[in-house]
């Protein structure tokens, strides 16, 4: 009985070695550290201003006397998403578009403060540094959010809205004015970047995941690389806590374009009715077959109606229309 109870014990130990090298091997695969930041930077060009202590990594094309647009892209992504339709929407409009802090090549904020009143603040004394007086904001997802808080905050500086599948209605499980319950798992982010995991999470993104292309991938995980970027993502996350917007979309008063895909499945175009009851001059369009990321997924079916809409709220009779300034 004494050998037996020495053999169990053995292969108990044995099977705990074998077990603890396999997960010091499983860790060493998925481990992915910092790519340095000049690598990035020369494989990712743009302007840099530093505002509230933050370097802002920006693009800025078009001529500086057309219509200003700046774009705020979604969660984990950069101002790359924007290039289709910033290089078309540039011919008539001054473009701005520039990594959220927290991610891309803007990087942390050294503040570590990723509320939206903090992005709201970035996002005003940008136009204030690059002096753009008023502008229509385009927002996906996350950038929707900030956008149509910020047109709530700043209606003097919001011409026109474009929100594309905006976040901002909390999902089933989620309450308002709390934070929210960051799974363990988390915590893991600052340390790896799976190419397989993230190439599943963004073909979720899609409405045809075949769209998603390796270059686009490549781009998203550079990024997720960048020095310090999982660990702000990881402080963001725990950092927000969405508050009801009903009262706060009452007060926005700038025309609004919603652009939805049909077989968005992250943010299901059901959302947009709420948009829709308390946004007081919305309007919906449908983008059949596509996702979450239409302006990367099919940016010039996608861009027609923005450019439509951009044109009416920038003539010159709109502009001449008693309180449209």
Do not use: C
């Not at 603040?121 to 502008?135: C, G, S």
Request: hydrophobic content about 40%; proline content about 9%.
């Amino acid at each position: 009985m004494v050998g037996k109870r020495k053999s169990a014990q053995r292969i108990l130990a044995w099977a705990a070695a074998i077990a603890a090298v396999g997960a010091i091997i499983l860790a060493a695969w998925l481990y992915a550290p910092d790519r340095p930041r000049a690598e990035l930077e020369q494989k990712y060009p743009g302007d840099y201003r530093t505002i509230d202590g933050v370097r802002l990594r920006l693009r800025d094309t078009g001529p500086r006397d057309a219509p200003a647009v700046i774009m705020l892209h979604g969660f984990g992504a950069s101002l790359e998403t924007w290039e289709p339709w910033a290089q078309a929407l540039s011919v008539g409009h001054r473009v701005i578009r520039f990594d959220l802090p927290g991610f891309g090549l803007t990087g942390a904020d050294p503040s570590g403060d990723y509320s939206d009143a903090r992005q709201l603040k970035i996002l005003n004394d940008l136009m204030d540094q690059l002096e753009v007086e008023r502008a229509s904001i385009v927002g996906n997802s996350l950038g929707g959010r900030i956008a149509w808080n910020f047109a709530a905050v700043h209606p003097d500086r919001v011409v026109s809205l474009v929100l594309i599948s905006p976040d901002g209605f909390a999902s089933p499980g989620f309450d308002y004015d709390s934070p929210p319950d960051v799974p363990l798992m988390m915590q893991a982010l600052p340390y790896v970047a799976p190419r397989s995991l993230l190439r599943t999470n963004l073909a979720a993104a899609y409405g045809r995941p075949e769209a998603l292309t390796d270059a686009t991938l490549t781009r998203y995980r550079d990024m997720l690389l960048a020095p310090d970027v999982r660990r702000a993502i990881l402080a963001r996350t725990e950092q927000t806590i969405l508050r009801d917007p009903v009262p706060i979309l009452a007060r926005i008063e700038a025309p609004t374009l919603l652009l939805w895909g049909e077989r968005d499945g992250m943010i299901p175009i059901s959302n947009a009715d709420d948009y829709l009851q308390h946004l007081p001059n919305a309007t919906l369009v449908h983008l059949p077959g596509l996702g979450h990321l239409p302006f990367e997924e099919d940016p010039e079916g996608s861009l027609p109606p923005v450019e439509s809409f951009l044109s009416a709220v920038n003539s010159p009779a709109q502009r001449e229309t008693p309180g449209s300034r």
